[in-house]
T-cell receptor
Framework: DAGVIQSPRHEVTEMGQEVTLRCKPI?????LFWYRQTMMRGLELLIY????????DSGMPEDRFSAKMPNASFSTLKIQPSEPRDSAVYFC???????????FGSGTRLTVV | AQKVTQAQTEISVVEKEDVTLDCVYE???????LFWYKQPPSGELVFLIR??????QNEISGRYSWNFQKSTSSFNFTITASQVVDSAVYFC???????????????FGKGTHLIIQP
């Protein structure tokens, strides 16, 4: 099992540019989560999907952030336009259900200059 | 709303000492899950343990042990005979069950930075 796969590992972009982060969950896991980690705010849940349907996006900071899950094996988190304060590590995680563990990807370190 | 508090921001001990990381949680649900994750300097989040709210048995895995007490809403983590490789940030987290019975997101504490000095 390859685990949760995130791409890219690192992204440096200029303010105002569109950024797309990608995630491939573990096959058979029906829940997918996007988290953001910063020094100031720690690990925050942005949005999660159950069976490809967005369940709770209350953690999405602004309308500049959007997430999609077009099928069970792929999800994207998009920031448009990006701002320096969006610089953080973004993690994707998946689980077959809360009774079992959540597996995290390696994260995408985003730097907006 | 749920909340996880890790009051210890940083702990520094000398190798081979025992160390306990504290975790206190708040939730209104009767069914929930508690987790510990390790984040080494490389940055990945490594799953250590999951405990459901109906199982208050303590657990031991090698040098690691966990003490779950519902009466005090605590889920503390002890490392016995610490080693330099244990140096990392440790996160305690809570998950409830959403209204559809599916997995809910994890609410994390702020983490405890554990430094093991040789």
């Amino acid at each position: 099992d390859a685990g949760v796969i995130q791409s890219p590992r690192h992204e440096v972009t200029e303010m105002g540019q569109e950024v797309t982060l990608r995630c491939k969950p573990i096959s058979g896991h029906n829940s997918l989560f996007w988290y953001r980690q910063t020094m100031m705010r720690g690990l925050e849940l942005l949005i999660y999907f159950n069976n490809n349907v967005p369940i709770d996006d209350s953690g999405m900071p602004e309308d500049r952030f959007s997430a999609k899950m077009p099928n069970a094996s792929f999800s994207t988190l998009k920031i448009q336009p990006s701002e320096p304060r969006d610089s953080a590590v973004y993690f994707c995680a998946s689980t077959p259900g809360g009774r079992r563990g959540y597996t995290f990807g390696s994260g995408t370190r985003l730097t907006v200059v | 709303a749920q909340k996880v508090t890790q009051a210890q921001t940083e702990i520094s001990v000398v190798e081979k000492e025992d160390v306990t990381l504290d975790c206190v949680y708040e939730t209104r649900d009767t069914t929930y899950y508690l987790f510990w994750y390790k984040q080494p300097p490389s940055g990945e989040l490594v799953f250590l343990i999951r405990r459901n709210s109906f199982d208050e048995q303590n657990e031991i895995s090698g040098r690691y042990s966990w003490n779950f007490q519902k009466s005090t809403s605590s889920f503390n983590f002890t490392i016995t005979a610490s080693q330099v490789v244990d140096s990392a940030v440790y996160f305690c987290a809570l998950s409830e069950v959403d209204s559809g019975g599916g997995a809910d997101g994890l609410t994390f504490g702020k983490g405890t930075h554990l430094i093991i000095q040789p």
